[in-house]
Every structure is written in C-alpha cells, then in structure tokens.
C-alpha cells in the first residue's frame, strides 16, 4: 500500500534548505522508522512512502535540514487503507415513484473484517448534498451482494445513487450510477 504526506511547509529559514522529507514508523516515538527525502527541498513539500501494511496505523513528521540543523514537526498519525473496490449495482425495476439498486457491493473486494455499515445513498443532486442513505442488514449473503429498493420516488426526476461501506478507516464509495423515473 501507498500513501503520500503532502502540504508541508517551512519558512524563516537563515539558509537554503539542503533536505526536506518525511520520517515514519509504526511505533508512537517514530523508534525503527525509515525516512522518505522529498525530491527537492521547497516548501510546500509532499513525499510518497510506499510498501505500507493495510490497516497499520502509521505515525510520522516532516523535517528540513537547514544550516546544518534538522527541524522537525510534530509527530502525526494515519491508517494505511485496504484496497477497497465496490461497485453501485444497476437500476432496474424503475417506475415513476420508485427503482430497485440490484446487485451493489459487488464481493467485497479487499474489504476487512472491520466493515460495519454498507448500503445506498441516492440523491437528485449530483454532489449527494442531503443525500438519502439506506443502510442494508449485514452480514451480507455470501458473495457480498445486496439489493436496495428506493420508494417515495418523484415522477420524471433523474436520481444519482452509489454504494458505500464504512470502516474504521472511514468511507469508501462507488463510482455514480443514475438513473430518471417514468413520468
């Protein structure tokens, strides 16, 4: 797994900066960890670590060398994300006040145990503010499909819908499905 530290920032430096990176670890005091040198040392800087363990959390801080001196930032934690794949399902069943979301989920693909929400959103906006969320009963039958039936649907209206399952790494959602109902 990849992830990349970016958005870090230096100034009132006496002298022109000769290194800037990002030092990390899986231990609190940052102890054992590796650090990853920014390709040049400007400021913003942002570094890319890779070969990272899915659902580690990881602990780090930016640093410059200037003069001689190291400077360093406070340390700071992520959690490496799973590789997490799922799909909106299709719109079928349309009428003119509701649809069926068939098939969404699509297996699970590299989700981990942690998964404890999973369902639907639909919306008439685009950008899903005030979207309507239908979370589905899991666990899931085997194969990690579901259906979602939506209702109370207004008549010739184009509805956006996507998948999404929670984790305690957070949020993952599908790509944007839609669909128009029947006047």
């Known amino acids: 797994d990849e992830a990349v530290i970016s958005g870090n920032s230096f100034s009132g430096l006496v002298q022109p900066p000769t290194e800037a990176g990002v030092e990390y670890s899986v231990a609190p005091d940052l102890s054992g960890g590796i650090t990853a040198a920014a390709p040049l040392p400007v400021s913003p800087f942002g570094v890319s670590l890779s070969g990272l363990t899915s659902e580690q959390t990881y602990y780090y801080r930016a640093y410059v060398v200037s003069g001689g001196v190291r400077y360093v930032g406070p340390i700071e934690q992520f959690d490496a994300a799973v590789e997490q794949t799922i799909a909106p399902g299709e719109a079928t069943n349309i009428t003119s006040t509701s649809a069926l979301i068939a098939d969404s989920g699509f297996g699970y693909s590299g989700f981990p145990s942690s998964v404890f929400e999973v369902g639907t ?42 998948t999404y399952a929670r984790t305690r790494l957070g949020l993952t959602t599908s790509a944007i499905g839609s669909f128009q109902t029947l006047a």
Do not use: H, S
Request: aromatic fraction near 20%.
């Open 121 to 162: 959103e639909f919306d008439t906006d685009p950008n899903f503010f005030g979207a309507t969320r239908i979370p589905t009963t899991l666990p899931l039958p085997p194969g990690g499909f579901f259906n979602t039936q939506l209702t109370g649907l207004t008549p010739d209206t184009t509805y956006y819908y996507r």
